[in-house]
């Protein structure tokens, strides 16, 4: 979602300078790539490149044929080979082997909605979004391709659906999508042209929710925001939870433990981190969190901290369940030896990122699968 947001930060202000662009998109892999579908680069016909569609070795191909599309205002579909041995010849030298496909379409302003109006649309709520992008399978004909619509979870279609067979195409694969939180392609056929959509996830981007408004939680928000999170600060102290100290925040606010879940919208997307250094805080924040169960609660402080705290809630007669216990991750963080607040906000960001995509924390080279499974 940060890719999407700088794409429609920087389209703002090229549009407001009077200039053309166009957006390059990722719809299919094939063998391994850097990038996988769904990334984008948007390129201003001055070549001012925002996002990215490879490591660097195809931005400078694809830039060229975006300024022809900018100036012939039609998309085009272009795939490069990286199973071909040969493919250091024609500049590309990816190091990658697979074949990837990546349609560039211009920014029509007309257009309602345009791609990046949609783009800007799904940054905007905390919805799952699906983006659905159309392409002819031949190549060299392309007029009617690029992205069309979003999908969010009502199931209306805001958007340039041209025919009958585009709408039902969509409705028949829309649930499977948001349900599995998986993108998939559909091969359809429209006034006899074979076609397909790619009907991609967007899932709302990660929330964390810290406690705390010491020194030591600046690293924390910084790292969110450079990871396109959104990071909200709170504490009950007046004067540490100011906005001013937390720049890289979407939001600060002062609140008690009690006040918190009634000014938030959490979600299956939303994290929970402790960092006040106040024993009794924690207890009646973890107290209130227990009413809406989340998956991760992170907290600063030893082991012994947290078997207090389960002790007690025993003796109050208000114990934690099996489920509400393994959402605690006490001492928090992921074990590389952190020492610094800097270290320790890249251990805490690397395990809400691990419990966030269901893994583990290892090393790579220890993974018996490709990276891209």
Known sequence: MKEIRDIVANYDKWQSQGKKCALATVISVEGSAYRRPGARMLISEDGLLTGAISGGCLEGDAMKKALLVINSQQPALVTYDTMDEDDAIIGVGLGCNGIIKILIEPIIESLNPNPLQILQHITTTRRKNIIATFYTKNEKSQNTSGTKLYIDESGSLPGNVVTQDCENTIYKHYKKVLENSQSVWVDFEENNIKKCVFLEFVPPVIQLIIAGAGNDVKPVTEMASILGWDAVVIDGRVNYAKKE??????????????????????????????????????????????????????????????????????????????????ALYSPVGIDIGAETPEEIALSIISEVKAIHENKKGNHLRLKPTPIHA
């Open 245 to 326: 100290r937390f720049p890289s925040a979407c939001q600060v606010m002062v609140a008690k433990p009690d006040q918190i879940i009634k000014q938030i919208i959490a979600d299956d997307y939303t994290y929970f981190v402790l960092m006040t250094h106040n024993y009794n805080y924690d207890k009646a924040f973890i107290k209130e969190l227990c009413n809406i169960n989340p998956k991760y609660i992170g907290m600063l402080g030893p082991k012994k901290k947290l078997e207090r705290m389960l002790q007690e809630f025993m003796d109050e007669g208000c114990p934690l369940t099996d489920s509400q216990i393994h």
